[in-house]
């Protein structure tokens, strides 16, 4: 079973920079996709960024521009660099390695865009 853990979430002011990780055990992210999605209260999960085992990514239009997603070179953690934060972007940040449908998701980092 997959586990991964996100970290680096927090409270950040508006126009500032947050770099969450996603860390998974082995090679995972030479082997599978991974996703960022995020989820607001009151709101439905929405998938953020995609980033492929080849390096293609995939962004939703509200964050194109500010985010980038990466992967290190052991191909075990993935990150979702997030500049110019928007009070729209708080939210619980998710990490999904795309092995199947309903697996495998971290348990969540919260980023609070406040002043």
């Known amino acids: 079973q997959v586990q991964p853990v996100e970290s680096g979430g927090g409270l950040v002011q508006p126009g500032g920079s947050l770099r969450l990780s996603c860390a998974a055990s082995?090679?995972?992210?030479?082997?599978?996709?991974g996703a960022w999605y995020r989820q607001a209260p009151g709101k439905q999960r929405e998938l953020v960024a995609t980033f492929a085992p080849g390096g293609s990514t995939n962004f939703v239009d509200s964050v194109k521009g500010r985010f980038t997603i990466s992967g290190d070179n052991a191909k075990s953690t993935m990150y979702l660099q997030m500049n110019n934060l928007k009070p729209e972007d708080t939210a619980v940040y998710y990490c999904?390695?795309?092995?199947?449908?309903?697996?495998?998701w971290g348990q969540g980092t919260q980023v609070t865009v406040s002043s």
């Open positions: 999904k390695v795309l092995v199947s449908a309903t697996c495998c």
């Open positions: 082995g090679t995972i992210f030479s082997r599978y996709a």
